[in-house]
């Protein structure tokens, strides 16, 4: 027969799966000699087979009479005995803790004669009323399934009569007629009297907390943390010990540093003449430790080393359950705690500086996605508790964000001229939108996935956004929106919480944040270890400046559109697309040259020594041009046309499929002087600086390739262009010129295509959007419904598919370094920030990662985490 039974002093932490969390600890603690009221745990094992068959096994019972027996040996009181009973808590506790989802019951072994023992046995008659009372309360509930407001009710009744403002003021007698309320509470609920056999209560709160796996709140616990449903709990006996015997006793819970900032002081609350839960449950307002060190500077001490002996020993933050009984202290629980993300560093970084833990594990501690939560601006917690979303949609970009709504994007740029704070809604967004998205502190779409153009920006900007709020019913025309019923105006105030995707009415407070501190030493320490370089994806200075505060290597891609959208600029870039002749366009191309070459300047003064690289124009033409009649009246009067001549001149333009159509390189074969004309303004900027004293090598990136020969034939177009400006005197400027791989043909023939390449950058986008066949702007109507359904494990435009679009860039990557073996190879779509992603891309031997400003150090964090566990399965190591 296995074992199903571990008394604390057989068991270890190692245990944890056979012996839950809880279990594992509490035996664990006991090997390190702190005060552990003894008893024993039943396992995990136990807990599948009671699953299984519904009922406790006769070997089981078999052996919980032996370990009550040793029990009762090492306590030297008796269970169900009427001169030292032995009282016991039945503890619910799984492999991986679930705080407060399952059960537990205090004081069992109590009935009508025991409870009489108890009272003479430690001369305190109202401490044993008062234990009654608690067990009959949650058995009642636990096992009984009896409402505890039932229970409550009765305590209230018997306060309120008396004007007792708290449970201590309860006297013997009123406990007494409490007892008696709540055994006639079991005879009117059913299921019979409260059991007297101290047998029977046990075995009966073993069911339920086996039971209690299942209840509702920890189903939708697991779920939403991953925890499989077959772990099962294990049940813990244990001897109890009183926090009800007085006013030299009481209850408390502790962490070892402060969970909310991670200051190194042990932080926590207690309560005196209480038990189990009082603290938390919030039936009187707790004393902070702080208090117990005046009260009992003994303990208090005692408290503190406890603390230091426990996180030496788990090299972690701790989260501790403590009892005194007459002035003793017992440990009941501990943990790792839970904490903030702003903790997590900091206590990471604290144990590094003691030499509890190495750099290495410091590192693996922090997830990456709770530095991208330091980063943003929340809301106050308490603020936002009171609030009811309007509706959800998709937590597009992080943040939190309080504005006015306006419903397009001039209008919202026209308020936030007047000095409010703005939320652009709208349906969705486009290029157009830029100028109010700009000076929107959020953007909300009722369309729309995770990669659409709002979310992209929202994200690059590091504004907060929401997108694809279907519920959500934009009516524009009329500058107002409605939802459930409720209709929001131009000018009303909401609050958009970009983490969970909520949108709520009304102004809820924010706390801003930056990298300092602890954050910045640990982000120091994963760029030393990271392989991978973290670039960022900046299309204008300001971009660049913030992701260079964020520490960034570089600029892995500049969108050169992006500068096209600006009024005066969209204006030049319209009278070049409408253009017929080559004669035409020159006068628009040279007033695009001026702006483009101070773009680049200062982009190359803001880089110095970093690396910046550059794509030329990729999206398709008609982007840039007006759609509505009321547009195409303007433009036409702007550039001087007839707005017959601009409509059919904007129809021939149309496509059907335009991210399958006129773009990107494509543009380079038909209008050779857009590339020539951006080419020449990177060129200008360089010898500008050269002047200056700072050299400047650019690199260029082609948005779109194929194959080789049209990387060749856009090659030489731009070659050619620099020859054409390199200096008469002095050295050459040298260049490198290199391939977006986002073309599934592409990577195919990459070994082809790296003839003619000095770097490939993997645009992630396009990669997925082509290799799936899914257009991205279109995925919202059904990419949701596939993640429901798990046909996908996950949005591949926010994870990389490792199986198929992974499966290309490996080949890609092992193709172009056949080719070239030392050949640069990054990736600067979406997914460049996401943390699985970038543990994928360190594998198949990514050289650099370029993802939005604000993702520039969770990649980092990520990239350092990468390396590590890299080498950790490589050697074998899984320890830590
Ligand atoms: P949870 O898993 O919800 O934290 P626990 O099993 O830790 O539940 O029990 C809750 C509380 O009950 C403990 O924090 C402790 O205060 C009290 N408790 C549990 N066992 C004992 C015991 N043997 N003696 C005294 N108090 C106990
Ligand atoms: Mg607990
Ligand atoms: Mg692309």
């Known amino acids: 027969m296995t074992k199903q039974m571990y008394s604390f002093s057989e068991g270890n932490m190692t245990m944890r799966d056979l012996l839950g969390g809880k279990g594992a600890n509490l035996a664990e603690m006991t090997h390190l000699g702190l005060p552990v009221p003894p008893g024993f745990t039943i396992t995990t094992a136990a807990c599948h087979e009671y699953q299984q068959t519904g009922k406790l096994s006769d070997a089981l019972l078999a052996e919980l009479n032996q370990a009550l027996t040793a029990l009762s040996q090492q306590t030297e009181k008796r269970f169900g005995g009427t001169s030292h009973p032995l009282l016991v808590s039945v503890r619910s506790g799984a492999a991986i803790s679930m705080p407060g989802m399952m059960d537990t019951i205090l004081n069992i072994g109590l009935n009508d004669e025991t409870v009489a023992a108890l009272a003479a046995f430690t001369h305190n008659e109202r401490f044993a009323l008062d234990s009654y009372r608690r067990l009959l309360a949650m058995f009642g509930n636990v096992v009984y399934g009896i409402d505890e407001a039932a229970f409550d009710q009765v305590l209230t009744t018997v306060k309120t009569q008396n004007g007792y403002h708290s449970d201590l003021s309860l006297t013997v007698n009123d406990l007494r007629s409490i007892i008696t309320a709540f055994k006639q509470l079991y005879l009117e609920s059913g299921r019979g009297a409260f059991p007297q056999d101290p047998s029977d209560q046990l075995l009966a709160a073993i069911n339920a907390v086996f039971e209690s796996w299942h209840n509702h709140r920890a189903q939708v616990y697991r779920r939403q943390n991953n925890i499989s449903e077959s772990l099962g709990t294990a049940v813990n006996v244990q001897e109890m010990v009183f926090g009800n015997a007085g006013a030299d006793s009481g209850t408390g819970v502790a962490f070892t540093q402060n969970p909310a900032t991670g200051e190194p002081a042990l932080f926590g609350e207690y309560l005196l ?11 009187r307002t707790p004393q902070p430790v702080a208090v117990l060190q005046e009260d009992m500077p ?65 590192l693996l501690r922090v997830k990456p996605e709770s530095v991208s939560e330091m980063l943003h601006p929340e809301f106050d917690t308490a603020d936002l508790a009171r609030q009811t979303p309007l509706t959800k949609g998709l937590p597009a970009s992080p943040g939190a964000a309080t504005g006015q709504v306006y419903f397009s994007a001039a209008a919202a740029k026209q308020a936030a001229e007047n000095g409010q704070k703005v939320v652009l809604m709208r ?49 524009a025309p009329n500058q107002c929106a409605r939802v459930n019923q409720q209709e929001i105006n131009e000018g009303d105030w909401v609050s958009v919480d970009g983490t969970s995707g909520a949108l709520m009415l009304g102004q809820i407070k924010t706390t801003p944040a930056a990298v300092k501190g602890e954050l910045s ?84 003064q803001l880089a110095q020594t970093k690396e910046v690289t550059i794509r030329l124009l990729d999206p398709p033409l008609h982007e840039f041009l007006p759609h509505d009649e009321k547009e195409i009246q303007l433009v036409a009067t702007q550039i001087g046309v007839s707005p017959d001549e601009l409509r059919d001149r904007v129809a021939a333009l149309k496509e059907l499929n335009p991210m399958l159509g006129h773009r990107g390189d494509r543009l380079a074969v038909t209008f050779p002087d857009i590339y020539e004309m951006q080419v020449q303004a990177i060129m200008t900027a360089v010898l500008r600086h050269r002047k200056q004293g700072l050299e400047v090598q650019p690199h260029i990136m082609i948005p779109l390739t194929d194959s080789r020969a049209e990387m060749a034939w856009v090659r030489a177009l731009v070659e050619g262009q620099i020859q054409r400006m390199q200096p008469e005197t002095g050295a050459k400027v040298s260049y490198t010129i290199g391939t977006m791989m986002e073309m599934p043909r592409a990577c195919v023939t990459a070994d082809q295509v790296a003839r003619e390449s000095d770097f490939f950058s993997f645009g992630t986008n396009d990669l997925t959007q082509l290799t799936f066949g899914y257009s991205r702007d279109d995925v919202g109507a059904f990419l949701p419904e596939y993640l429901r359904q798990g046909i996908l494990p996950a949005d591949p435009f926010q994870t990389i598919d490792t199986q198929g679009v992974g499966e290309l860039m490996k080949m890609a990557v092992n193709k172009g370094r056949q080719t070239k073996p030392d050949l640069p190879i990054g990736v600067c779509g979406e997914v460049g920030g996401d943390p699985a992603s970038i543990a994928f891309f360190e594998e198949i031997g990514v050289t650099y990662v370029s993802c939005s400003p604000f993702r520039v150090p969770v990649a980092r964090l990520a990239a350092a985490r990468a390396k590590l566990n890299k080498v950790r399965t490589q050697t074998g190591d899984h320890g830590g």
Not at 445 to 474: E, K, N, P
């Open 427 to 475: 349906q969705d967004t486009s290029p157009e939108d830029i100028e109010g998205m700009i000076v929107s502190q959020a953007i909300v779409t009722t369309r729309g996935g995770m990669t659409s153009h709002a979310a992209v920006v929202a994200r690059g900007m590091g504004a907060t956004g929401v997108v694809g709020a279907h519920d959500l019913v934009v009516d």
């Open 521 to 604: 030493t640990l982000l120091n320490w994963a760029k030393d270890i990271a392989d991978m370089g973290v670039y960022t994806n900046a299309d204008t200075p300001s971009d660049f400046q913030r992701a260079l505060d964020f520490d960034a290597d570089g600029i892995g891609l500049t969108r050169t559109e992006h500068m096209f959208f600006k009024p005066e600029r969209l204006l030049q870039m319209r009278r070049l697309i409408l253009a017929t002749d080559a004669a035409g366009r020159k006068d628009p191309l040279s007033k695009l040259l001026t702006m483009q070459q101070a773009d680049f300047y200062e982009l190359y």
């Open 273 to 283: 003449n209480a038990q189990g839960e009082d603290v938390v449950a919030g039936i």
């Open 298 to 362: 003994a303990l208090y001490e005692q408290l503190v080393e406890t603390a230091a002996v426990l996180e030496t020993h788990y090299h972690d933050m701790q989260d501790l359950e403590f009892t005194i009984e007459k002035g003793q202290m017992f440990l009941l629980q501990a943990r790792s705690g839970k904490r903030t993300p702003t903790a997590a560093v900091k206590i990471a970084v604290d144990q590094v500086a003691e030499g509890l833990i190495s750099k290495e594990t410091a």
